[in-house]
């Protein structure tokens, strides 16, 4: 790529000379057009609008396709140019708390700026490949200043300027030989080059006056010149009315597409659906349910796209007027913005042609989010006006809690009944119910009293002048029934809820299905009868599933692996899954276990029975990772599990496990465990887990006895049953004849003989003869006489 002319007369010494300086030219040149472009991002691109959500995020990485050494996608705004983004492919780390990640307007590659905007800001150290979390990002995070200021010692800069006057120096010199060089041998390139600068200069001049010829024929009226001037390519004096007002609407496309992902308008089918079908023709909502892709939403009606605008855009702001109101003119949000631009297209259906603002409407537009084409299609949509109406989800979320259907009835219920029964499912949020009811009625300054598994006379005690809400869950037991020789005590608190002390009581009560069944099988307790105060929580509505799978989802394994699949597995899928769902546990459970463990979404026939996919679960992580499943099997037989404290004796025996294998392994056991009291004590997340590894311990040769010497005996108690037993369900394991004596060693050893008092396993006759002659006679004598 040699500049430099040679003539013929130039002798081989001369040439040789020459072709060694050209070659350090050519070098220096190289290095001049490389060094810059090292800094600068690889396969950087300009968009109109980065993906809004995860899934469309994952579609446009997958379609970019980054490869080592640059692996990972990013789309973020341009530092210093509101409304402009771009993508790369770069290597990702993490980016500070305060920050926002953008693209560094000389490199194009991933920089980090500080976060001015009065709320939306990172709160925490963030990947920027979900940078979509934080939407204020890809707007004006700057602050409350006019225009963003460039950051000053920018080290991307300043190595680019350093680099800038070393090259320089480095052509200066070489172009200082090289004229030395010509002088002495007489080459004639000095010449030469005068000659073909001469032409350069004369067709750059020529082509200036071109342009300037061309700049002074388009004109600029002071009406339409500021926005000319801001986006000239557009030719918007030009335009007539009509177009300006497509491309307006156009720019409210654009709009829901940077706020609102694929998937979320997909959700809004789902957690509006009886507004949406109040409001808008099935015609106009199909293309709604239908939207698979960026371009479908050019398909929206426009009067959908601004109330989806209006009701469901959480980060753009409402006009000071609120919405369906002509803004104030020192209004100039975007929520103001949207509002005018319905405004004046009604306007213009009534046959108006003059519109104050139009130009700077489109500017501000055009300043949020880019250019559009100026090819914007322009056909005649008729004279319907873009209305506007309040969509109202089907339910609401209370901090983190899904008000359903259910818990605002027990509220209801409470409200004239002094005890609500609230049954369900193993994992259908009777739970988190009693704990809602809990804040509830704590904002009201109630005291409040939690009891597990069993209530007494002396619980429904109130003084005077006190307001007390009892809450009792897993009432009869955890697991399956339990609690025998305390059954009349509850019976007796159950069947007289008197206020005994002249203080104001509530109680609320949960109490699975199948303890439930088994209770009315057996016992006739009136107060299980009452179809009043009895509320069955099983049943979800499909914006109540929604939610509940979302926040789940968040929290689940998709957040330590940003390519997971289950990202984008749609509620419809997830509906499907659950109507082969038996009933055994509630769908709550379901999706939670969907979002931990994806195998049990996607293998057939999973679904029809958890507890044993639970087992086969545990069997892999016995046979791969035995250590964590030593750890996980100490955590549910001791029930809870506190760091730093000491592992007992007999923990050695489940694979030598200690203190020290316990506190580095359970960060991969986080599926399973939950942190109590600051995370100084661990627990299973779910009671389900607990059953499942219980069961499958009891039928596992090498720790049936461990089990039966050192689980806590509450889980004995309730799951175990005799072959004999009528008393069985899905939530019971079989004791079998030959494991007898080590229970029986435990039940003396700890003197736990009142568990056992009215327990079904004492119907067996080899066992009950067992624990009589291994007890004292007067340990055997008060047993079966209380």
């Known amino acids: 790529m040699g500049f430099i002319c040679l003539d013929d007369t130039i002798n081989s010494g001369q040439l040789s000379v020459l072709q060694g300086i050209m070659k350090f030219t050519n070098a220096v040149l190289f290095l001049f057009i490389l060094c810059p472009l090292s800094r600068a991002a690889q396969d950087y691109i300009p968009v109109s609008v980065c993906p809004p959500g995860a899934r469309e995020w994952q579609i446009e990485a997958d379609r970019k396709n980054c490869q080592d050494p640059t692996p990972n996608y990013l789309c973020a705004a341009i530092e210093n140019l509101p409304g402009h983004f771009g993508s790369i492919c770069t290597q990702i780390g993490l980016s500070p708390s305060g ?46 200043e006019s225009e963003p200021v460039a950051e000053s010692g920018d080290p991307g800069l300043l190595a680019g300027i350093i680099i800038f006057i070393v090259i320089t120096l480095v052509l200066i010199g070489s172009l200082v030989i090289v004229y030395i060089l010509d002088k002495r041998f007489n080459w004639g390139l000095r010449d030469s080059l005068r000659t073909r600068t001469r032409a350069v200069y004369n067709g750059m001049n020529k082509r200036i006056r071109s342009l300037r010829n061309n700049r002074s024929d388009r004109g600029s009226g002071t009406d339409g010149g500021a926005a000319y001037e801001a986006n000239e390519q557009f030719s918007w004096n030009n335009k007539d009315v009509f177009w300006k007002l497509t491309a307006l609407r156009y720019y409210l496309m654009v709009t829901l597409k940077h706020y609102i992902g694929i998937d979320e308008l997909k959700d809004v089918t789902v957690l509006f659906k009886t507004s949406l079908l109040q409001h808008f023709k099935e015609s106009i909502l199909k293309e709604l349910y239908d939207i698979n892709s960026w371009d479908d939403y050019a398909k929206l009606d426009i009067s959908l796209v ?24 020192d209004d100039v949000n975007l929520g103001a913005d949207i509002e005018r631009i319905r405004s004046i297209w009604n306007r213009y259906c009534d046959s108006e042609t003059e519109f104050m603002h139009l130009d700077d409407i489109f500017v501000r537009m055009f300043d ?15 004279s319907e006006k873009i209305m506007s109406v309040e969509l109202k989800p089907e339910c609401a979320v209370n901090d983190r809690v899904v008000l359903t259907k259910a818990i605002k009835q027990v509220l209801s219920s409470l409200k004239k009944e002094t005890i609500v029964i609230v049954k369900g499912a193993v994992g259908s949020g009777k739970s988190t119910c009693l704990k809602y009811v809990d804040e509830h009625y704590r904002g ?6 939690w009891k597990e598994e069993i209530i007494t006379l002396r619980d429904l005690y109130v003084q005077e002048n006190k ?71 099983n049943e979800f509505s499909d914006a109540e599933m929604l939610l509940i799978f979302n926040d789940q989802r968040k929290r689940g394994h998709c957040t330590r692996d940003l390519r997971c699949w289950f990202r984008n597995v749609d509620f419809r899928s997830l509906h499907d899954a659950l109507k082969e769902n038996p009933g055994q546990i509630g769908d709550p459970l379901l999706t939670l276990l969907y979002s931990n463990f994806h195998n049990l979404f996607s293998e057939n026939g999973a679904t029809q029975n958890i507890v044993r996919e639970l087992c ?80 499958f311990c009891a039928n596992h040769t090498k720790y049936q006895s461990l089990l039966l010497q050192h689980c806590q005996f509450q889980m004995i108690e309730e799951i175990m049953r005799p072959v004999s037993s009528p008393a069985q369900s899905d939530f019971c394991v079989i004791l079998k004849e030959d494991m007898f004596p080590v229970l029986v060693s435990r039940i003396v050893g700890q003197n736990l003989h009142m568990y056992m008092k009215s327990h079904p396993i004492m119907n067996n006759l080899k066992f009950k003869d067992l624990l009589k002659n291994r007890s004292s006679p007067d340990v055997w004598k008060t047993m079966i006489s209380n």
């Open 99 to 144: 920050m926002c990640a953008v693209l560094n307007s000389q490199t194009h590659n991933l920089d980090s700026v500080p976060c001015k905007a009065k709320e939306g800001c990172p709160d925490k150290p963030y990947s920027p490949r979900e940078l979509y979390k934080w939407p204020i990002c890809f707007g004006n995070f700057y602050g409350s």
């Open 306 to 329: 601004y109330n989806l605008l209006r009701n469901v855009c959480k980060h753009i702001p409402s006009p000071t007027r609120g919405w369906g109101y002509d803004p104030p003119s």
């Open 368 to 382: 949020r989010f880019g250019r559009i084409s100026e090819d914007v299609e322009v056909q005649d949509t008729g």
């Open 444 to 449: 009201k300054e109630w005291e409040v009293k």
């Open 467 to 537: 307001k007390l809400l009892l809450c009792c869950d897993n009432l009869f037991g955890a697991y399956n029934r339990g609690q025998f020789a305390s059954t009349s005590e509850i019976i007796e608190a159950l069947e007289n809820p008197g206020q005994e002390g002249g203080g104001n009581l509530k109680v609320v009560l949960a109490i699975h299905d199948h303890v439930y069944d088994e209770l009315q099988k057996s016992l006739n307790i009136k107060a299980l009868q009452n179809k009043r105060v009895v509320i069955d929580v």
């Open 616 to 695: 086969t679960i545990y069997q892999n992580m016995l046979d791969n990772s035995p250590e964590l499943f030593h750890i996980l099997l100490y955590i549910m037989m001791v029930g809870d599990h506190e760091l730093k404290k000491k592992l007992p004796d007999w923990a050695a025996e489940l694979g030598g496990i200690n203190n020290k294998n316990v506190e580095q392994n359970v960060c991969h056991l986080d599926a399973f465990l939950v942190g109590r009291i600051d995370g100084k004590r661990l627990q299973l997340k779910h009671d389900i887990f607990s059953f499942a590894l219980f069961k």
